[in-house]
């Protein structure tokens, strides 16, 4: 990867592409709805996942920061408030896993961007032969 898209690329993947976040928002949203007994209509999902996007660039990458964006996603939904004690009690568990998916997850899209734009990656982790030879046994 080359100098340049690393400088601009990792600070902005950091505070912005949260994946695994947004994934994680969008399930705890459907969980409440339904033990709620909340109808899912295309609309509500398309906000659902609009929402979590939105969400998931506006909280601070910090331990703790997603305990805003359960409230947050909780009241623009219009679900109730009795679903908070559940995100509270999953957050400790979930962030340390959201967090390490996300940190995942940045520097293998730098990657595929960087080999998008025809600049040379590190043969090691782009190529079949790092997989091949680093097997989990």
């Not at 976040?21 to 409440?32: F, K, M, P, R």
């Not at 940045?106 to 097997?135: A, D």
Request: aromatic fraction near 8%; include cysteine; charged fraction near 10%.
């Amino acid at each position: 990867i080359s100098k340049k898209d690393s400088k601009f690329g990792i600070p902005l993947a950091i505070s912005t592409f949260k994946i695994a976040s947004v994934v994680y928002l969008c399930v705890i949203g459907l969980y409440i709805a339904k033990n709620q007994g909340i109808s899912i209509s295309l609309n509500w999902l398309t906000m659902l996942i609009i929402l979590a996007t939105c969400i998931t660039i506006s909280i601070p990458p910090v331990p703790g920061g997603g305990l805003n964006a359960y409230r947050m996603l909780i009241e623009q939904l219009s679900l109730s408030m009795s679903a908070m004690p559940i995100c509270v009690a999953l957050d400790p568990i979930m962030d340390f896993i959201i967090t390490g998916l996300n940190a995942l997850t940045q520097p293998i899209e730098l990657i595929n961007i960087s080999k998008r734009n025809n600049n040379k990656v590190n043969p090691l982790i782009s190529s079949k032969k790092f997989y091949t030879t680093h097997r989990m046994y």
